[in-house]
C-alpha cells in the first residue's frame, strides 16, 4: 500500500473516530422530542442573537455584568463537545476579585418552574478547583425566591471548614435545594472535577408539602462513561423558585457574581420529572452510543407491555413456524446472550412457570425500561411499552 493510500485511510479512520465520540446535534433532536422540554439554549447560530435564542420557548437570554466585568468578557463561538456544536465562556475574575459582584453570564428575567423541574447542562470548568473567595462556588445554573433556593447545579461545596468557614472544597459539583445552604440540603455529584474534561449533568425536583425530592447524576463525557453515576433522591426542607424568579445560567442566583469559570455547551430545561433511564438515552445519544433506538423492556417481545406465555409462543412462532419478527430484537432476547433463539423461549417459558431467573437487565415490564446496550449486535426499531 502507498504512503498515500496509508495517510487517506487514517485520515479516513481519524474523522470516523471524532464521528463517534459525540453527537450534540441528535442530543438536541431527542430534547426537542420531550413532552416536557419547555426552554432549549444550545449557544449556536450565525449571530449573537441566535446564540441566546431559546429554541423550545420564548425566554431569550440576557446577558449581565457587574463589577470589574463587561458583557464582552463572555465569549461565544468556544469550541463545543463536539465539532457540531459552540459554546460559550462564562467569565469569572481570578482569584482575589470580588466573587460577590464581578463576573459576565447570563440571566432569564422571569422564568417560572413550577412544582416539578429538570434540568440536563453540558459543561467545560477551566479551573480544577475555585479558591480565594469567602464561599468559593462557581454557579452553572441557580435561582432563588426569599429563603427558598434553587442552586441547581454549581462548582463547590456548602461544607464548612473546622472554622465554619465556607469554600473547602471548591473542586466540587453540587447541588443545594431548600430553606438553608447546608451539607444537610447538598447533594454532591462529584467531589473533583478534573479541569477542561466536558461533562453531562442533569436532576429532577419534586415539590410537595413543604419538602423538596430530587436527585442528580452526572457522567463525563471526556473519559466516555456511559453509565451515569446517581446521587439521590434526597428530600429536603423547603422549596426552589418554583413561581415566577429570575434564572441565572453561569452566575449567582442574583447577578453576575460568583460565576462558573468555564464553558457551556447546552442547557435543557423541562417542567416536569424527568427519571434516570430517560437521561441515560440522552448521554448515550450524545456519546454517539445509541445503535437501535428506543428504551425497552427485555422479555417482551410480542411488545404488549407485559410478560406471560404469549410472549414464549411469540419467541417460537417467530424461530419455527414463519410468525412475525419482534419489532424490538433485543426485548426478545431473553438471557441477553447476542441471539434470539431457542433458548430464550424457553428462558421466558423456566421464569415464568419454573422459578428461574428473570429476563437480563433491562428486565421484564414490571422493572425499570433501560436503553438498548451500547455494545448490542441486534436491533430494536420500536418498542411501545415504556
Known amino acids: 500500500m502507498t504512503r498515500l493510500n496509508l495517510f487517506l485511510l487514517a485520515l479516513s479512520l481519524a474523522v470516523i473516530n471524532r464521528q463517534a465520540i459525540a453527537d450534540v446535534g441528535e442530543f438536541q433532536d431527542i430534547a426537542q422530542d420531550h413532552p416536557f422540554l419547555v426552554h432549549q439554549y444550545t449557544f449556536d447560530g450565525a449571530d449573537l442573537f441566535e446564540k441566546r435564542q431559546d429554541n423550545r420557548g420564548e425566554l431569550d437570554l440576557i446577558e449581565q455584568a457587574a463589577g470589574s466585568a463587561l458583557v464582552t468578557d463572555i465569549i461565544y463561538g468556544s469550541p463545543g463537545f463536539d465539532e457540531s456544536s459552540e459554546a460559550v465562556t462564562t467569565y469569572r475574575p481570578l482569584a482575589g476579585g470580588a466573587e460577590f459582584s464581578d463576573g459576565a453570564n447570563f440571566r432569564i428575567p422571569s422564568i417560572s418552574l413550577g412544582d416539578e423541574f429538570s434540568f440536563e447542562v453540558i459543561f467545560r470548568p477551566s479551573e480544577e478547583t475555585i479558591s480565594g473567595g469567602a464561599f468559593n462556588l462557581g454557579y452553572i445554573l441557580a435561582n432563588r425566591i426569599d429563603n427558598d433556593r434553587g442552586y441547581f447545579l454549581f462548582q463547590g461545596s456548602a461544607e464548612q471548614d473546622e472554622f465554619g468557614a465556607w469554600g473547602v472544597d471548591g473542586d466540587d459539583l453540587a447541588s443545594v435545594i431548600g430553606a438553608s445552604f447546608s451539607v444537610s440540603n447538598e447533594n454532591t455529584l462529584l467531589e473533583e472535577l478534573t479541569a477542561g474534561d466536558w461533562y453531562y449533568a442533569a436532576g429532577s425536583y419534586y415539590w410537595e408539602n413543604g419538602e423538596t425530592t430530587f436527585f442528580n447524576c452526572v457522567a463525563n463525557l471526556s473519559e466516555g462513561e456511559t453509565d451515569l453515576l446517581i446521587a439521590g433522591p434526597i428530600t429536603v ?3 426552589y423558585g418554583r413561581e415566577m424568579a429570575g434564572l441565572s445560567i453561569g452566575g449567582r442566583f442574583d447577578g453576575p457574581g460568583e460565576g462558573f469559570p468555564g464553558d457551556i455547551d447546552e442547557v435543557n430545561l423541562y417542567n416536569g420529572w424527568v427519571d434516570e433511564d430517560e437521561f441515560e438515552e440522552h448521554l448515550l445519544a450524545l ?5 437501535a433506538g428506543p428504551l425497552f ?4 417481545p410480542n411488545d ?12 417460537f412462532n417467530y424461530l419455527f413456524t414463519g410468525g412475525a419478527q419482534p419489532s424490538c430484537n433485543e426485548s426478545a432476547d431473553s438471557n441477553a446472550d447476542g441471539a434470539v433463539d431457542l433458548s430464550d423461549g424457553i ?5 415464568l412457570f419454573l422459578g428461574g431467573p428473570a429476563p437480563a437487565a433491562p428486565g421484564p415490564p414490571m422493572q425499570a425500561c433501560g436503553p438498548v446496550p451500547a455494545d448490542s449486535m441486534l436491533s430494536c426499531e420500536s418498542y411501545s411499552g415504556c
Open 237 to 239: 426542607p423547603g422549596s
Open 287 to 291: 456519546l454517539d452510543k445509541v445503535n
Open 297 to 300: 423492556h427485555r422479555g417482551d
Open 304 to 315: 404488549s407491555g407485559s410478560l406471560d406465555l404469549s410472549d414464549g409462543l411469540y419467541i
Open 347 to 351: 428462558y421466558l417459558l423456566s421464569y
